[in-house]
């Protein structure tokens, strides 16, 4: 009897590993340079490295709209991606990114037109030599953003680092509503770093960012449960 019972609870115990491990979900981002060279085969080896959801850069600054944005997205889809999102990388000293709010409309009439099914767009908050102002006026450019893709209908998120965010932005909380994707490259995938998620206001993240590689392509790893 007490052997059938540990039996029992060996078996379940390698039920809640199993379930446990197939709750966890990895995917990519890939950077506007990284979706002008990514192939099919890309694509294949990421879903086969267990990879499932991809997030695609859309606008990077200065360098504006990703030209292989279309072909990227459906080729993520394509290979098997449950889901596919896009960020964006806006900054107020950027040519071509003033003003915020019909950069945004720029941005969202090229999808549309060019038929790209995506679910989040996603809202790039990080440093770059030169791209940003002071904290009250960079809040205010991130607004006007933000506030244009809502009104347009788009599902928003916020994608940054306890670093990245402060000397952005400061210690605004003005975004706390929207879904965070927050950046810790500790290689673990998990939310078990709560100092690395608990800035602006949040105290739930929705995706991690965990290593600044992944296989097959030059991208970075996300996790969420």
């Avoid at 879903?47 to 459906?74: D, H, K, M």
């Avoid at 999102?85 to 090229?110: E, R």
């Avoid at 347009?152 to 929207?178: L, P, R």
Wanted: hydrophobic residues 40%; contains cysteine.
């Amino acid at each position: 009897m007490f052997k059938n019972f540990n039996s029992l609870i060996l078996l379940s115990l390698s039920l809640l590993i199993c379930i446990n491990f197939s709750e966890s979900t990895i995917g990519v981002d890939i950077s506007l340079f990284e979706c002008d060279s990514i192939s099919k085969n890309d694509w294949d080896c990421l879903i086969s490295n267990g990879f499932t959801f991809a997030i695609i850069e859309a606008w990077n600054g200065g360098y504006q709209l990703t030209p292989e944005i279309a072909r990227c997205v459906s080729d993520a889809w394509t290979a098997g991606m449950h889901h596919v999102d896009v960020y964006v990388f806006m900054c107020p000293n950027c040519v071509g990114n003033n003003p915020p709010a019909q950069a945004v409309n720029t941005i969202l009439k090229s999808l549309a037109q060019q038929n790209v099914t995506y679910g989040m767009l996603w809202f790039d908050v990080e440093q770059c030599s030169g791209c940003w102002n002071d904290y009250a006026s960079n809040v205010a450019f991130l607004q006007q953003a933000v506030n244009a893709a809502v009104q347009a209908g788009a599902n928003v998120g916020i994608y940054s680092s306890e670093y990245e965010w402060s000397e952005t932005v400061g210690d605004s909380t003005a975004f706390k509503q929207y879904p965070l994707w927050y950046a810790h490259w500790d290689q673990n995938k998990n939310f078990n770093d709560a100092w690395a998620y608990t800035f602006g206001g949040w105290t739930k993240p929705a995706i991690k960012q965990y290593d600044d590689k992944a296989p097959c392509v030059s991208a970075d790893s996300n996790y969420y449960p």
